[in-house]
Protein backbone atom coordinates (compact mmCIF):
# COMPACT_ATOMS: atom_id res chain seq x y z
CA UNK A 1 0.00 0.00 0.00
CA UNK A 2 1.47 3.67 -0.78
CA UNK A 3 -0.25 7.20 -0.86
CA UNK A 4 0.02 9.18 -4.34
CA UNK A 5 -1.40 12.83 -3.42
CA UNK A 6 -2.51 14.67 -5.91
CA UNK A 7 -5.69 17.43 -4.58
CA UNK A 8 -8.59 18.12 -6.28
CA UNK A 9 -8.79 21.71 -5.89
CA UNK A 10 -11.47 22.40 -8.29
CA UNK A 11 -13.59 20.69 -6.25
CA UNK A 12 -15.84 23.41 -4.55
CA UNK A 13 -15.54 20.46 -1.08
CA UNK A 14 -11.97 20.59 -1.08
CA UNK A 15 -11.75 23.59 1.38
CA UNK A 16 -14.51 23.04 4.13
CA UNK A 17 -12.19 23.67 7.21
CA UNK A 18 -9.86 21.03 9.35
CA UNK A 19 -11.90 17.94 11.86
CA UNK A 20 -11.07 15.81 14.06
CA UNK A 21 -11.04 12.64 12.83
CA UNK A 22 -13.09 10.02 14.70
CA UNK A 23 -14.71 7.52 12.18
CA UNK A 24 -13.52 5.59 8.84
CA UNK A 25 -15.88 5.15 6.21
CA UNK A 26 -15.45 2.49 3.66
CA UNK A 27 -16.87 3.22 0.48
CA UNK A 28 -17.24 1.47 -3.09
CA UNK A 29 -18.20 3.83 -6.26
CA UNK A 30 -20.76 1.67 -7.45
CA UNK A 31 -19.48 1.40 -11.06
CA UNK A 32 -17.24 -0.99 -12.87
CA UNK A 33 -14.08 0.86 -12.67
CA UNK A 34 -10.52 0.04 -11.51
CA UNK A 35 -8.67 3.20 -11.95
CA UNK A 36 -8.44 5.97 -9.19
CA UNK A 37 -6.95 8.23 -11.93
CA UNK A 38 -10.44 8.12 -14.01
CA UNK A 39 -12.35 9.06 -10.27
CA UNK A 40 -9.54 11.49 -10.19
CA UNK A 41 -10.83 13.43 -13.17
CA UNK A 42 -14.41 13.33 -12.36
CA UNK A 43 -14.21 14.78 -8.82
CA UNK A 44 -11.26 17.07 -9.47
CA UNK A 45 -13.76 20.18 -10.97
CA UNK A 46 -16.39 22.66 -10.09
CA UNK A 47 -19.87 20.89 -10.09
CA UNK A 48 -18.57 17.75 -8.72
CA UNK A 49 -21.55 16.48 -6.31
CA UNK A 50 -19.23 14.88 -3.82
CA UNK A 51 -15.16 14.04 -2.54
CA UNK A 52 -14.24 11.53 -0.60
CA UNK A 53 -10.81 11.32 0.38
CA UNK A 54 -9.12 8.89 -1.50
CA UNK A 55 -9.79 5.75 -3.23
CA UNK A 56 -7.85 2.78 -3.25
CA UNK A 57 -6.58 0.35 -6.26
CA UNK A 58 -5.94 -3.37 -6.49
CA UNK A 59 -2.30 -2.31 -6.85
CA UNK A 60 -1.92 -0.99 -3.54
CA UNK A 61 -2.03 2.43 -5.05
CA UNK A 62 -3.77 5.28 -2.87
CA UNK A 63 -4.89 8.05 -5.06
CA UNK A 64 -5.37 10.91 -2.02
CA UNK A 65 -7.64 13.87 -3.00
CA UNK A 66 -7.78 15.70 -0.02
CA UNK A 67 -5.86 15.78 3.40
CA UNK A 68 -6.91 13.06 5.38
CA UNK A 69 -8.32 15.92 8.22
CA UNK A 70 -9.93 18.04 5.70
CA UNK A 71 -14.11 18.11 5.92
CA UNK A 72 -14.96 15.42 3.29
CA UNK A 73 -18.51 15.26 0.80
CA UNK A 74 -18.53 11.37 0.97
CA UNK A 75 -21.41 9.80 3.35
CA UNK A 76 -24.18 12.57 3.05
CA UNK A 77 -26.35 13.19 6.10
CA UNK A 78 -29.38 11.05 7.95
CA UNK A 79 -32.28 11.65 10.35
CA UNK A 80 -29.87 12.47 13.15
CA UNK A 81 -27.25 14.45 11.51
CA UNK A 82 -24.22 13.93 8.97
CA UNK A 83 -20.45 12.16 9.75
CA UNK A 84 -18.81 14.49 7.13
CA UNK A 85 -16.87 16.24 9.71
CA UNK A 86 -15.44 13.84 11.39
CA UNK A 87 -15.08 10.75 9.13
CA UNK A 88 -12.54 9.71 6.40
CA UNK A 89 -13.99 8.59 3.54
CA UNK A 90 -11.87 6.08 1.09
CA UNK A 91 -13.92 4.48 -2.22
CA UNK A 92 -12.66 0.87 -2.84
CA UNK A 93 -12.38 0.81 -6.79
CA UNK A 94 -14.82 -2.42 -8.30
CA UNK A 95 -13.15 -4.56 -10.76
CA UNK A 96 -14.64 -3.62 -14.63
CA UNK A 97 -17.26 -6.28 -16.30
CA UNK A 98 -20.37 -5.71 -14.61
CA UNK A 99 -22.86 -3.52 -14.58
CA UNK A 100 -25.67 -2.44 -12.26
CA UNK A 101 -29.79 -2.70 -12.19
CA UNK A 102 -31.00 1.26 -12.68
CA UNK A 103 -31.64 2.58 -9.37
CA UNK A 104 -30.93 -0.52 -7.43
CA UNK A 105 -27.35 -1.66 -6.17
CA UNK A 106 -27.65 -4.89 -7.37
CA UNK A 107 -24.64 -6.28 -9.48
CA UNK A 108 -25.61 -7.53 -12.87
CA UNK A 109 -23.16 -9.76 -14.63
CA UNK A 110 -20.76 -10.03 -11.80
CA UNK A 111 -18.65 -13.20 -11.71
CA UNK A 112 -17.51 -13.90 -7.77
CA UNK A 113 -14.96 -16.61 -9.01
CA UNK A 114 -13.28 -14.83 -11.81
CA UNK A 115 -12.91 -11.34 -9.58
CA UNK A 116 -11.52 -13.64 -6.73
CA UNK A 117 -7.99 -12.72 -6.91
CA UNK A 118 -9.55 -8.88 -7.69
CA UNK A 119 -11.05 -9.22 -4.41
CA UNK A 120 -8.04 -10.77 -2.29
CA UNK A 121 -5.58 -7.96 -3.26
CA UNK A 122 -7.66 -5.16 -2.79
CA UNK A 123 -9.01 -6.06 0.15
CA UNK A 124 -5.25 -7.47 1.55
CA UNK A 125 -4.69 -3.12 0.58
CA UNK A 126 -7.57 -1.83 2.04
CA UNK A 127 -6.67 -3.81 5.61
CA UNK A 128 -3.16 -1.91 5.38
CA UNK A 129 -4.50 1.40 4.34
CA UNK A 130 -7.55 1.28 6.95
CA UNK A 131 -5.08 0.21 10.02
CA UNK A 132 -2.46 2.89 8.91
CA UNK A 133 -5.30 5.20 9.22
CA UNK A 134 -6.23 3.64 12.41
CA UNK A 135 -2.61 3.93 14.19
CA UNK A 136 -2.31 7.64 12.51
CA UNK A 137 -5.53 8.92 14.56
CA UNK A 138 -5.52 6.84 17.29
CA UNK A 139 -8.75 4.52 16.10
CA UNK A 140 -9.60 0.90 16.68
CA UNK A 141 -11.48 -1.08 14.40
CA UNK A 142 -14.69 -0.14 16.34
CA UNK A 143 -14.32 3.05 14.64
CA UNK A 144 -14.64 1.76 11.06
CA UNK A 145 -18.10 1.63 8.88
CA UNK A 146 -19.38 1.42 5.43
CA UNK A 147 -21.36 3.79 4.21
CA UNK A 148 -25.01 1.20 4.78
CA UNK A 149 -24.26 0.87 7.97
CA UNK A 150 -23.78 4.68 8.31
CA UNK A 151 -26.90 5.43 6.92
CA UNK A 152 -28.43 2.55 9.04
CA UNK A 153 -27.05 4.62 12.08
CA UNK A 154 -28.65 7.49 10.86
CA UNK A 155 -25.94 9.97 9.76
CA UNK A 156 -25.25 9.09 5.92
CA UNK A 157 -27.47 8.73 3.18
CA UNK A 158 -29.27 5.92 1.92
CA UNK A 159 -26.23 3.89 0.22
CA UNK A 160 -26.14 0.00 0.39
CA UNK A 161 -21.89 0.12 -0.76
CA UNK A 162 -20.05 -2.58 0.57
CA UNK A 163 -22.88 -4.86 1.69
CA UNK A 164 -23.68 -5.48 -1.83
CA UNK A 165 -20.34 -6.80 -3.10
CA UNK A 166 -18.02 -8.26 -0.30
CA UNK A 167 -20.32 -10.95 0.78
CA UNK A 168 -19.97 -12.62 -2.88
CA UNK A 169 -16.28 -12.82 -1.38
CA UNK A 170 -17.00 -14.10 1.93
CA UNK A 171 -16.23 -10.95 3.65
CA UNK A 172 -18.29 -8.12 5.23
CA UNK A 173 -18.27 -5.07 7.32
CA UNK A 174 -17.89 -7.75 10.58
CA UNK A 175 -14.68 -9.45 9.27
CA UNK A 176 -13.23 -6.56 7.96
CA UNK A 177 -13.03 -5.31 11.33
CA UNK A 178 -12.11 -8.36 12.66
CA UNK A 179 -9.03 -8.40 10.11
CA UNK A 180 -8.09 -4.51 10.92
CA UNK A 181 -7.88 -5.54 14.53
CA UNK A 182 -5.89 -8.59 14.00
CA UNK A 183 -3.08 -6.43 11.85
CA UNK A 184 -3.31 -3.71 14.42
CA UNK A 185 -2.36 -6.91 16.90
CA UNK A 186 -0.01 -8.18 14.76
CA UNK A 187 -2.16 -10.95 14.00
CA UNK A 188 -1.96 -13.45 11.02
CA UNK A 189 -5.19 -11.99 8.61
CA UNK A 190 -6.91 -15.02 7.00
CA UNK A 191 -7.23 -13.91 2.85
CA UNK A 192 -10.09 -13.50 1.22
CA UNK A 193 -11.90 -16.57 -0.29
CA UNK A 194 -15.37 -16.46 -2.27
CA UNK A 195 -18.12 -17.81 -0.44
CA UNK A 196 -21.25 -20.13 -0.65
CA UNK A 197 -24.20 -18.07 -1.52
CA UNK A 198 -26.51 -18.13 1.49
CA UNK A 199 -30.36 -18.75 0.71
CA UNK A 200 -33.03 -19.52 2.41
CA UNK A 201 -33.82 -22.43 4.13
CA UNK A 202 -33.45 -24.14 7.90
CA UNK A 203 -30.21 -23.96 9.54
CA UNK A 204 -28.70 -25.48 12.44
CA UNK A 205 -27.29 -22.96 14.87
CA UNK A 206 -23.56 -24.43 15.73
CA UNK A 207 -22.93 -21.18 18.19
CA UNK A 208 -23.53 -21.36 21.93
CA UNK A 209 -24.97 -17.95 22.10
CA UNK A 210 -26.18 -16.76 19.01
CA UNK A 211 -27.49 -12.61 18.62
CA UNK A 212 -31.47 -12.39 17.75
CA UNK A 213 -31.32 -8.58 15.90
CA UNK A 214 -33.97 -5.98 15.37
CA UNK A 215 -32.22 -5.81 11.69
CA UNK A 216 -29.64 -7.41 9.27
CA UNK A 217 -26.59 -6.39 10.56
CA UNK A 218 -23.92 -6.08 14.04
CA UNK A 219 -25.07 -2.29 14.10
CA UNK A 220 -28.68 -3.53 14.67
CA UNK A 221 -30.08 -3.85 18.63
CA UNK A 222 -29.52 -7.53 19.91
CA UNK A 223 -33.41 -8.41 20.37
CA UNK A 224 -32.99 -12.02 21.83
CA UNK A 225 -30.24 -14.79 21.67
CA UNK A 226 -30.44 -18.69 20.77
CA UNK A 227 -28.23 -20.99 23.23
CA UNK A 228 -30.25 -24.24 22.36
CA UNK A 229 -28.36 -25.40 19.07
CA UNK A 230 -31.57 -25.61 17.53
CA UNK A 231 -33.12 -25.78 13.91
CA UNK A 232 -34.29 -22.84 12.58
CA UNK A 233 -35.76 -21.27 9.34
CA UNK A 234 -34.56 -18.45 7.22
CA UNK A 235 -37.37 -17.01 5.10
CA UNK A 236 -34.88 -14.89 3.28
CA UNK A 237 -31.54 -13.72 3.40
CA UNK A 238 -29.95 -9.78 3.27
CA UNK A 239 -26.76 -8.31 3.65
CA UNK A 240 -24.73 -11.47 2.46
CA UNK A 241 -25.48 -14.08 4.99
CA UNK A 242 -28.16 -12.37 7.84
CA UNK A 243 -31.44 -14.89 7.54
CA UNK A 244 -34.97 -13.31 8.45
CA UNK A 245 -36.30 -16.05 11.23
CA UNK A 246 -39.68 -17.67 10.25
CA UNK A 247 -40.72 -16.91 13.89
CA UNK A 248 -40.66 -12.88 12.76
CA UNK A 249 -38.21 -12.83 16.38
CA UNK A 250 -35.28 -10.83 14.23
CA UNK A 251 -32.68 -12.19 12.04
CA UNK A 252 -29.58 -13.88 12.70
CA UNK A 253 -26.31 -14.70 10.89
CA UNK A 254 -26.38 -17.91 9.07
CA UNK A 255 -22.82 -17.69 8.02
CA UNK A 256 -20.72 -20.56 8.53
CA UNK A 257 -18.92 -19.66 11.78
CA UNK A 258 -22.50 -19.38 13.43
CA UNK A 259 -24.91 -21.91 11.37
CA UNK A 260 -24.82 -24.92 9.10
CA UNK A 261 -28.02 -25.23 6.62
CA UNK A 262 -29.86 -28.63 6.88
CA UNK A 263 -32.82 -28.25 4.85
CA UNK A 264 -34.71 -26.60 2.17
CA UNK A 265 -37.78 -24.26 2.54
CA UNK A 266 -38.68 -23.66 -1.41
CA UNK A 267 -39.91 -27.59 -1.07
CA UNK A 268 -43.11 -26.91 0.62
CA UNK A 269 -44.28 -29.75 3.31
CA UNK A 270 -45.59 -32.37 3.02
CA UNK A 271 -43.64 -34.24 0.49
CA UNK A 272 -42.76 -37.42 -0.81
CA UNK A 273 -39.40 -39.29 -0.38
CA UNK A 274 -37.95 -42.53 -1.58
CA UNK A 275 -36.37 -44.99 0.83
CA UNK A 276 -32.78 -46.20 -0.37
CA UNK A 277 -31.93 -47.82 3.03
CA UNK A 278 -33.12 -51.52 2.65
CA UNK A 279 -33.56 -51.17 6.51
CA UNK A 280 -34.43 -47.92 7.54
CA UNK A 281 -35.10 -47.42 11.41
CA UNK A 282 -38.35 -45.41 12.34
CA UNK A 283 -37.56 -43.44 15.49
CA UNK A 284 -39.69 -42.14 18.26
CA UNK A 285 -38.26 -38.27 17.57
CA UNK A 286 -36.19 -36.77 15.59
CA UNK A 287 -32.62 -38.19 16.12
CA UNK A 288 -30.59 -41.86 16.73
CA UNK A 289 -30.55 -40.69 20.68
CA UNK A 290 -34.70 -41.63 20.17
CA UNK A 291 -35.76 -45.63 20.49
CA UNK A 292 -36.42 -47.60 17.57
CA UNK A 293 -40.44 -47.83 16.82
CA UNK A 294 -40.06 -50.05 13.35
CA UNK A 295 -38.08 -50.69 10.47
CA UNK A 296 -38.97 -49.68 6.76
CA UNK A 297 -37.52 -52.97 4.35
CA UNK A 298 -39.57 -52.47 1.03
CA UNK A 299 -37.91 -49.16 -0.31
CA UNK A 300 -40.87 -47.83 -1.20
CA UNK A 301 -42.19 -43.80 -1.09
CA UNK A 302 -43.38 -41.97 2.00
CA UNK A 303 -44.85 -39.01 2.95
CA UNK A 304 -42.77 -36.66 5.24
CA UNK A 305 -45.08 -33.91 7.21
CA UNK A 306 -42.49 -32.04 9.54
CA UNK A 307 -38.70 -31.77 9.64
CA UNK A 308 -36.22 -31.41 12.06
CA UNK A 309 -32.69 -31.32 12.99
CA UNK A 310 -31.54 -34.67 14.49
CA UNK A 311 -28.33 -36.43 15.69
CA UNK A 312 -27.33 -39.09 12.73
CA UNK A 313 -28.80 -36.96 9.50
CA UNK A 314 -28.49 -34.09 8.71
CA UNK A 315 -32.16 -33.91 8.57
CA UNK A 316 -35.26 -35.90 9.90
CA UNK A 317 -38.94 -36.54 8.58
CA UNK A 318 -42.28 -36.89 10.67
CA UNK A 319 -44.26 -39.83 8.60
CA UNK A 320 -47.44 -38.69 7.39
CA UNK A 321 -48.76 -41.96 8.71
CA UNK A 322 -47.80 -41.06 12.34
CA UNK A 323 -45.31 -44.17 12.79
CA UNK A 324 -42.60 -42.09 13.84
CA UNK A 325 -39.20 -39.99 11.73
CA UNK A 326 -36.87 -41.18 9.43
CA UNK A 327 -33.51 -40.31 8.56
CA UNK A 328 -33.75 -38.14 5.43
CA UNK A 329 -31.21 -37.44 2.47
CA UNK A 330 -27.58 -39.15 1.77
CA UNK A 331 -27.96 -42.82 1.67
CA UNK A 332 -31.55 -42.39 3.41
CA UNK A 333 -33.81 -41.27 1.04
CA UNK A 334 -34.22 -39.43 -2.08
CA UNK A 335 -36.58 -36.99 -3.67
CA UNK A 336 -38.76 -38.81 -6.48
CA UNK A 337 -38.75 -36.58 -9.60
Same mark, same amino acid.
Given at each position: ?? +???? =????????????????????????????????????????????????????? #???????????? #??????????? =?????????? $??????????????? +?????????????? +???????????? $??????????????????????? %???????? =???????????????????? *????????????????????????????? *????????????????????????????????????????????? $???? #?? !??????????????????? %???? !????????????????????????????? #?????????????????????
Amino acid at each position: MY +IEER =WAKENEYFDRGKMKVEKLVLHSPGTAQPSADVFYNNYNRTGANALPHAFLERS #GRVLQLMPWDNV #GCHVGAGPKGG =WNGLSIGVEV $CEPAGHTYQPNSGTM +IGYDAQKNAAYFAD +IYEQAIQLFAYL $CERYGLTERDIYCHAEVHRLGYG %SNHIDIEH =WWPKHGKNMDTFRADVGARL *RGETVRPAEPETEYTSGMYKVLADNLTIR *RGPGTDYEAVGYITDHGCYTATEIVNGHWGRLKSGAGYISVHKAY $CRRV #GD !TDHKLPYMVKVLDGALNIR %SGPG !TDYPVMGVIRDQGSYTVTETSEGTGADLW #GKLKSGAGWIALGGAFTSRPE
